[in-house]
């Protein structure tokens, strides 16, 4: 691959390897200039990088093999600290990404559906009957009820595009004090809560949800809390199995840890049986 860019872009760019889990991203250089180059992005980087989510975009092209090289511009900056996750540009980024008709009409034309909960509910069910964990797991048992008895709350909502990922790592600052959302590859369409609840429960101190979420734009009431816990668990019965999966049982005994705490608050807060 680093010999083809290099026939591509030609012998005064230097091409290495940007690091990541899937390889596929590469950062050319040359005397005077910096890209970041990624192998078979989404087409949808395209709108991202015109409604300024993402940085620029400033070529695309295809390999002999059918891949596609898309290339950015490379910012000078860093990723967001944890406890910056706070500011109120972070809640006016994922505004602006959650109002965006252009990110969701894209999103469609690439065959993308919004997410339906309730199938999301009966897939998570065969998941866990096909690896026999709800019979190994009381508390997997008990989040899949309350995801049943919570799930006429989450109909009949705003359907928006979501990023799925919302973490420090992927929120870059440049130096000259522009935001990015990066790492759009889990993007779908779903009710916003999907995002901004995960940011609430892992970033956001309790007594200053009300604060953040009026810079978003929107009012703190329980209904919104009985949607964003449906979502949390959800979360994290998908990630019991996705490491079941995998064999990793330390992380399976984690996720456990957390969906104990989200089952006790919802019957705590929620008058669930």
Known sequence: MVNWLNASLGKEWNITPAGGLTG?????????????????????????????????????????????????????????????MRHHRVAELLRKIHHSSELVHMLMRMGKKPKAPDDNVNKLKQRFNANNLINKHNEIETALSYLHQLLPVTREQKQVVCHCDINHNNLLLTNDGQLYLVDWDNAMIADPVMDFGMLLK????????????????????????????????????????????????????????????????????????
């Not at 009431?221 to 964003?228: A, E, V």
Request: overall charge neutral; proline content about 3%.
């Open 24 to 84: 596929d991203a590469y950062i050319a250089e040359n005397s005077n200039k910096r890209l970041f180059l990624k192998r078979n992005s989404s087409p949808f980087l395209a709108v991202l990088s015109a409604e300024g989510i993402v940085p620029k975009l400033v070529w695309t092209k295809r390999m002999e093999n059918g891949d596609v090289i898309t290339a950015q511009e490379w910012i000078e900056g860093r990723k967001l600290e944890p406890e910056e």
């Open 202 to 273: 892992w970033y956001i101190p309790k007594e200053d949800w009300a604060s953040w979420l009026d810079t978003y734009g929107v009012t703190y009431d329980k209904q919104l809390f009985k949607r964003m816990y449906w979502y949390l668990i959800s979360d994290a019965l998908y990630y019991i199995n996705w490491h079941y999966n995998r064999n990793e049982l330390k992380k399976v005994s984690e996720r456990l840890h957390d969906l104990r705490d989200l089952n006790t608050f919802v019957n705590t807060n929620f008058s669930v049986n």
